[in-house]
C-alpha cells in the first residue's frame, strides 16, 4: 500500500472535457498533492511511514521565496568610543577603526553577519541589493583650514564587493561635535558568513571621525532581497 | 449550490485508484480534502469557498514547516570600549565566566530549534577576543560558551599565543547548545593554560546558521531524475 510522492508535470493536454479520468492523471495529481504536503511541512504525507521530499527552508538550497532575516548584525558603545578613525593622508581609504589602540584595530576585518539574500550583479549600483547598512558618526571639529568632504563605504571581504559611496562634511565651524547617521542600501551580500570593513577616505588634512553605531539589516520586502518573483502573492493579491 | 469545503488530511493511497477503472469518490474527495488543508497550511487562510480555517498555517515554527535559520539571534560589539574581561596571574586551566551575573547574553532562538531534534541544533558565534600572555611560556587561550538552561556547553575554540604577545583576532565558536529553544540565557567563559594571562572579549556575534538546521529526514527532490520517486 504505497503513498507515491513525486513532483510531476501536470499538462492540460492529459484531461479532455466530459472524459473520465485515467489513472496516470489521477497517479500524478495524488503524488503531487503527498509531494506538496512534504515539501510544505517537512515531515512524512498522511499514511506514508518515512518522508521522501526534503521540505523548503527559504534559503536557495532548499527552495521557497528568500526570507530577509531583519537585522544581522548590530553594534556600538553608547556614548564611549566605538571605532576611531584618523586618515594618515587624503584621498586615501582607510579601516574605520585605524585610530583605535592597536590591540582593538581589527585588519580590515570590522565585523561579520551571517546573511541569507543574493546580491547580483558586477558592481553598485546591483542588479539585486539586499542589505542596507545604518551607521552613525561622530565629527569632532577639526585643525585645519576650510571643510572637510569624508567619503564613506562598505567592503564586503568575503565577495571583494563594495557598497555604493556616501559623502558627508566635517565643517571647520562650531564647537561641539556633531553626529550624523548615513544609510548605505546598496550592501553586497551572499548567503552564509561574510566579513565586512567600513572606509572612509577625506579630501584633504586629517579630519577625526568616530563611528558609533552601525546596524546591518537584511532590506525585508523592499529593494529586492527576494532573489527571485513574480510578484504575485500565494492569495493572488497585489 | 451550497458549497460543502472541507480541509485535512486523509491518506492518498495507490489502492484508491485502478488502472482502466474511474476514479472513485473517495479519491477525488481525498484530494479535495487534501489540497484544500495544503492550501490552508500554505497560506493561513480558508480554503477558497471555505467558511473557516481549519488547517492552521505553517510558521516555520511550532505550528509546522521545516525550521528557519535566523541568522543573528544576540551578541554584542563594544568596538574601542572594554567589552568582557578576565585576568589571572596564574593558568585558568578550566575556562571561567567572564562575568559575575549570569547570563552575559541573551538571545531568542526559533522555538522550533530545540535540542528535541535529532543533531540536536546548535548555534555558531564569532568573538573579536583581545588575548595577553604576560606570561613566561606560551599559553594555550580557551573560549566556551555556556547555555545557562541546559548547563552544556560549546566546542572549545583554543588559541595560542606566544609569551610577551597580545594578540588580537576573530575566533568562532561552533557547537553552542539551543535547550529548549526560545528565550535562552548564556555565558561566556575562558581560561588559559599559562601564568599571567588576560581577555578581553569586544564583540559577539551569535547566530542560527544553515548548519543549525541542517539535519534532514527527508531526501532532497531532484526533478531531473526524479530521485524521490518510491
Known amino acids: 500500500m504505497s503513498v507515491y510522492r513525486w513532483f510531476s508535470e501536470l499538462v492540460n493536454e492529459m484531461v ?9 492523471v489521477l497517479f500524478r495529481a495524488t503524488s503531487q498533492a503527498n509531494a506538496l504536503y512534504e515539501f510544505i511541512f517537512d515531515k512524512a504525507a498522511p499514511g506514508a511511514t518515512s518522508q521522501a521530499i526534503q521540505g523548503h527552508d527559504h534559503t536557495s538550497t532548499q527552495g521557497g521565496r528568500t526570507c530577509a532575516r531583519g537585522t544581522v548584525y548590530s553594534g556600538g558603545a553608547g556614548q564611549d568610543q566605538f571605532f576611531k578613525w584618523e586618515p594618515s593622508a587624503a584621498t586615501t581609504w582607510y579601516s574605520a577603526d585605524n585610530a583605535n589602540s592597536s590591540s582593538k584595530q581589527r585588519s580590515g576585518s570590522l565585523f561579520w553577519a551571517y546573511c541569507s539574500g543574493t546580491t547580483t550583479g558586477a558592481s553598485s549600483p546591483y542588479t539585486t541589493p539586499v542589505a542596507w547598512l545604518h551607521v552613525r558618526v561622530l565629527k569632532p571639529v577639526p585643525g585645519g583650514a ?22 558627508f562634511t566635517v565643517a571647520a565651524g562650531g564647537s561641539d561635535p556633531v553626529s550624523e547617521s548615513l544609510d548605505f542600501v546598496e550592501v553586497p551580500i551572499q548567503p552564509g558568513w561574510n566579513e565586512f570593513d567600513i572606509e572612509y577616505q577625506t579630501d584633504k588634512d586629517s579630519p577625526v571621525v568616530y563611528t558609533t553605531h552601525i546596524c546591518l539589516m537584511e532590506a525585508a520586502d523592499e529593494d529586492g532581497c527576494y532573489e527571485s518573483s513574480t510578484g504575485v502573492s500565494p492569495l493572488g493579491g497585489v | 449550490m451550497m458549497g460543502f469545503v472541507t480541509s485535512g488530511w486523509q491518506a492518498i493511497k495507490w489502492n484508491l485508484y485502478k488502472i482502466g477503472r474511474p476514479g472513485r469518490f473517495v479519491l477525488a474527495s481525498s484530494l479535495f480534502h487534501n489540497l484544500n488543508g495544503l492550501f490552508e497550511g500554505l497560506t493561513g487562510s480558508p480554503a477558497p469557498g471555505a467558511g473557516a480555517q481549519t488547517v492552521a498555517g505553517h ?7 521545516r525550521p ?8 554584542f560589539d563594544t568596538g574601542e570600549t ?11 586551566a578550566t575556562p571561567i565566566s567572564l562575568t559575575d551575573k549570569s547570563p552575559a547574553i541573551r538571545c531568542y532562538i526559533n522555538p522550533a530549534i530545540n535540542d528535541q531534534l535529532s543533531g540536536p541544533p546548535t548555534l555558531t558565534a564569532k568573538l573579536f577576543v583581545v588575548m595577553t600572555n604576560a606570561g613566561g611560556t606560551s599559553s594555550d587561550f580557551k573560549f566556551v560558551i555556556r547555555n545557562v538552561e541546559g548547563g552544556s556547553n560549546s566546542t572549545t575554540t583554543t588559541e595560542t599565543v606566544a609569551s610577551g604577545v597580545t594578540s588580537s583576532k576573530w575566533v ?12 535562552q540565557g548564556y555565558d561566556l567563559l575562558a581560561g588559559w593554560t599559562g601564568a599571567g594571562g588576560a581577555v578581553n572579549v569586544t564583540a559577539c556575534i551569535m547566530a542560527e546558521t544553515s548548519g543549525t538546521v541542517a539535519a534532514s529526514t527527508g531526501a532532497k527532490y531532484d526533478s531531473a531524475s526524479a530521485t524521490t520517486r518510491p
Open chain 1, 16 to 24: 479532455e472535457g466530459n472524459q473520465w479520468l485515467d489513472t496516470e
Open chain 1, 146 to 167: 576650510g571643510n572637510k568632504t569624508v567619503s564613506a563605504r562598505i567592503n564586503n571581504v568575503t565577495l571583494s564587493k563594495y557598497s555604493e559611496t556616501k559623502t
Open chain 2, 59 to 65: 510558521d516555520h515554527s511550532l505550528q509546522g514547516g
Open chain 2, 68 to 75: 528557519i535559520y535566523r541568522s543573528f539571534v544576540g551578541g
Open chain 2, 82 to 92: 572594554v567589552g568582557y574581561l578576565l585576568s589571572d596571574a596564574g593558568a585558568v
Open chain 2, 172 to 183: 568562532e565558536i561552533s557547537g553552542i547548545p539551543v535547550a529548549s529553544g526560545g528565550w
